[in-house]
C-alpha cells in the first residue's frame, strides 16, 4: 500500500481553492483538512519538556507485569 501525502500552506484569497492531486489518487478516498495557522506562533513549535514526579519513588527492577491479575477483579 502505497502512502502519499501533500501539504501544503497557502494565502486564501478567494472563497474557492482548486487542489491539484497527484495520479495514484485518484479513485481513493481522500482527507482534505483546512485550518488558520495561528499567525502568533513560530513557525518551529518547541515543545516545554514535562516535569518528572519524584514524589513517589518505585524500585521496579525485577518486577513482572501479570495482565491476568491485573484484571481480575
Known amino acids: 500500500m502505497e502512502s502519499t501525502m501533500i501539504r501544503t ?3 486564501v484569497e478567494k472563497n ?3 487542489i491539484l492531486v497527484p495520479d ?5 478516498q ?5 485550518f ?5 506562533k ?6 516545554k519538556k514535562a516535569k518528572a514526579f519524584s514524589a ?4 521496579t527492577k525485577g518486577f513482572k ?3 491476568d491479575e491485573a484484571n481480575e477483579r
Open 9 to 11: 500552506i497557502l494565502n
Open 42 to 47: 513560530p513557525e518551529g513549535v518547541i515543545l
Open 56 to 59: 513517589i519513588q518505585l524500585d
Open 24 to 28: 495514484n489518487f485518484l479513485g481513493k
Open 30 to 34: 481522500v482527507e482534505i483538512i483546512a
Open 65 to 67: 507485569f501479570n495482565r
Open 16 to 18: 474557492n481553492l482548486t
Open 36 to 40: 488558520i495557522i495561528d499567525e502568533s
